[in-house]
C-alpha cells in the first residue's frame, strides 16, 4: 500500500503497529470527509461507497471473475458510464490494474475496487474511483493461488501474461494500444524508484520488495524488448 502511493496511486493511508508482539495493519478511513459551515465547527460526513460487485449486481460470492464475477472489461464499462471525471479515472484504474499485475496482487477481485459517492441529490452527486484500499504480494504465499482475480486479455496467470495479452485489455476497456503497452514499463520503472523511497525493515517486507523489483525488471525488459 506504501509503495502504491509512493508510485503516484491514490492508496488509502496505513501504518505498520504492534501489541503485545502482534503486529496489525492499521488504515485511515477514506470514506470520511469533514464539511464547515460559516461559524460552525467541522462536522465528520460518511461517503457512501460501493464496491464493484455491488455496483454492478453481483453477489459478493460470486467476486472472482472464474466464478461469475466481474472482468476488468466491465470494470472499465462501469467506470466510464458512472464517473463524474472517466478520463481521470479510467487512467487511475488503468495504474491499479497494472500496478497489481507487478506486485503479483493475484487477489484484485471485484470487491477491491470500489466508487465513492459524494454531494447530495441526484443533480450533485459525484462519482469516483474509490484509492486503493487492498494490494497484497499474494504470489508471497504460496499457498495461495497463483491465478488472478480477474484475467489481463486471456491470461489469468500473471507469470504467463505478455505485452499482447495488455493489448487485448486495452481493446476491452476501450484505450489506445500504444497508450496501454507503454504504460506498462512506465509505471515499472517508477515502482523500482519508489522501493527506494519507502522504509523497508521488516524481513517479510524485504523479500516482497525483492520480489517485486525482480518483476518489475522482467516485465520492463519484455515491453521494451
Known amino acids: 500500500m506504501k509503495l502504491a ?9 496505513v501504518e505498520l503497529r504492534s501489541v503485545d ?11 470520511r470527509i469533514r464539511r464547515s459551515t460559516t461559524g460552525e465547527p ?19 460470492e460470486m467476486k472472482y471473475q472464474r466464478e461469475g464475477g466481474p472482468s476488468l472489461k466491465q470494470c472499465f464499462s462501469l467506470l466510464r458510464n458512472v464517473s463524474r471525471t472517466p478520463v481521470l479515472d479510467l487512467a487511475r484504474l488503468l495504474d491499479a490494474v497494472i500496478f497489481n499485475y507487478l506486485v503479483a496482487n493475484h487477489d484484485a477481485h471485484g470487491k477491491n475496487f470500489s466508487l ?15 484509492p486503493l484500499y487492498d494490494v497484497v504480494s499474494t504470489i508471497y504465499y504460496p499457498e495461495l493461488s497463483q491465478n488472478m482475480a480477474m484475467k489481463i486479455g486471456g491470461e489469468y496467470s500473471s507469470a504467463r501474461v505478455l505485452p499482447r495479452d495488455f493489448e487485448s485489455l486495452a481493446d476491452e476497456a476501450g484505450l489506445g494500444k500504444p497508450l496501454v503497452r507503454r504504460r506498462v514499463p512506465e509505471l515499472a520503472d517508477t515502482v523500482i524508484a519508489s522501493l527506494k523511497k519507502i522504509d523497508i525493515a521488516n524481513p517479510v517486507a524485504e523479500a516482497v520488495a525483492a520480489l517485486i523489483r525482480t518483476r518489475c525488471e522482467n516485465t520492463r525488459t519484455t515491453f521494451r524488448s
Request: proline letters at 4%.
Open 21 to 31: 508482539d502482534t503486529d496489525y495493519l492499521l488504515v485511515e478511513r477514506y470514506d
Open 116 to 130: 465513492l459517492y459524494a454531494g447530495l441529490g441526484t443533480e450533485n452527486l459525484e462519482i469516483s474511483l474509490a
Open 5 to 13: 502511493a509512493a508510485s503516484g496511486l491514490p492508496a488509502a493511508k
Open 42 to 60: 467541522t462536522v465528520p460526513e460518511r461517503l457512501h461507497q460501493e464496491d464493484f460487485c455491488q455496483a454492478l449486481g453481483i453477489t459478493s
